[in-house]
């Protein structure tokens, strides 16, 4: 069962990470919420950058889901989030589909991106792959003889 808390979801299952969603839209916020609660994962929620980077700042998310075009606030992107101490895997979501700024989100630390609309399910699936490789990418490695 899933509750909503001051910007956090929680849920009594286990957990598959922390996660940050950052989005403007509350339609958007709620269904990822929502999705992710029900996948296991713990969401905590920002609208806009200053608040995102807050959230992430107490919290030190295992990811962060960002939409790239938050309004009012142009300057914030994964990069600028790991520069001020969050260092955490990021998915970027956007309405902008062209591979420019696909490449461009990819460029300033974007690990993986999705365009909307999407499905709950990829961005759900996208997640995984990213935590997967972010934790076997800080994991130590075992060399073979």
């Keep these: 069962m899933a509750e909503t808390v001051a910007g956090r979801a929680t849920t009594t299952a286990r957990t598959e990470g922390a996660v940050l969603l950052v989005d403007a839209d509350p339609n958007v916020a709620e269904l990822l919420t929502t999705t992710l609660v029900v996948q296991g994962f713990q969401v905590y929620t920002a609208a806009d950058g200053p608040a995102a980077v807050e959230r992430a700042r107490a919290v030190r998310p295992d990811a962060v889901i960002l939409e ?18 969050v260092d955490a895997p990021g998915l970027l979501l956007t309405t902008r589909a062209v591979l420019q700024d696909r490449l461009t989100g990819l460029t300033v ?4 991106y999705v365009s909307k609309p999407f499905s709950a399910d990829e961005v759900v699936a996208r997640l995984r792959a990213i ?3 972010a934790r076997h990418d800080s994991a130590p490695h075992r060399r073979t003889p």
């Design 68 to 85: 790239v075009t938050l309004p009012g606030v142009e300057d914030l992107n994964l990069g600028r989030l790991r520069a001020r101490g």
């Design 109 to 112: 630390g974007g690990d993986d």
């Design 131 to 133: 935590l997967r490789r």
